[in-house]
């Protein structure tokens, strides 16, 4: 089975829907591509999915290479992206470094946020692909909050303007998160590359959503954007329970499944062992 490249997803516009999941370990990387996606991000969300917090702003360089490298072992086919975090792509220099680190760590291509065009020029240049993202940019979340962008006409040709820049500028495809459908339509009929949306309606090329968001794993608020294609939390706390219960009970473990010493042993240690009562 071949691996997807960036080449083949930016193949895919006009073709086919893209199905893209955000995921950061291992376990959820491998069902998830087992599954057939076809991209999946090891995003910066991981600041507030995993770890709690209370926004991206958090999560290092460092954070998003542990869980690339966690991610890279359970895929077999579907792109993995790396998402570059706050602040690891000031500079040309740093998006160079920076995108180098999660290449390294089984990324076949990165992502960052805003325009930032002459990072993504820089990175094109030396062989790394890249996914852009405009419109709520949870990295600005200091300036802008979590809100959605484009609702005035203004605003929306701004993101017009900015989607095409980042075309234009080599990316192989670009995110529209928490924009008005009908913002993502123009910019998906202007854009020669997909569109992947995530809070932007139905007419993006693709759709991306994170791996605890749509099975129903996320303890905090649902957005509304959201989907729940399952309610693997209620299904994790039933488990739990059960276990607690079987514990509490003397039900677990079973005879069955404990591991036994050979007969002549046991025979011989419980000899041994009454020397000590």
């Known amino acids: 089975m071949e691996k997807n490249t960036p080449r083949f997803i930016a193949s895919l516009k006009g073709k086919r829907k893209i199905s893209a999941i955000t995921a950061y370990d291992y376990p959820s990387a491998y069902y998830a591509d087992r599954a057939g996606v076809d991209v999946i991000l090891v995003g910066d969300s991981l600041g507030m999915v995993i770890k709690g917090e209370e926004n991206t702003l958090g999560v290092t360089l460092q954070d998003v290479e ?59 240049r030396e062989g790394i692909p890249v996914m852009g993202h405009v419109g709520l940019t949870p990295q600005q979340y200091l300036h802008i909050g979590f809100k959605t962008q484009g609702r005035r006409t203004s605003s929306a040709l701004k993101l017009v303007e900015q989607a095409k820049a980042i075309e234009d500028a080599g990316a192989f495809s670009v995110v529209l998160e928490s924009v008005p459908m009908e913002v993502a339509r123009e910019i998906t009929s202007i854009l020669n590359i997909p569109t992947i949306g995530i809070g932007a309606g139905p007419f993006c090329d693709g759709q991306i959503l994170v791996f605890h968001d749509l099975l129903g794993m996320y303890p905090g608020e649902k957005p509304s954007f959201v989907r729940e294609y399952a309610k693997i939390g209620e299904e994790i706390v039933r488990g739990i329970k059960g276990y607690i219960e079987d514990v509490v009970s003397g039900n677990f473990p079973s005879e069955d499944e404990s591991f036994k010493m050979k007969p002549g042993e046991r025979d011989s240690f419980i000899r041994e062992v009454k020397k000590w009562k």
């Open 66 to 124: 542990y869980h690339t490298r966690a991610v890279a072992k359970g895929v077999s086919r579907a792109l993995v992206v790396g998402d570059l975090p706050f602040m690891s792509y000031f500079s040309v220099e740093e998006a160079l470094k920076s995108s180098a680190t999660l290449i390294r760590a089984g990324a076949s291509a990165v992502k960052l946020e805003g325009p930032r065009i002459e990072q993504i020029r820089a990175l094109i």
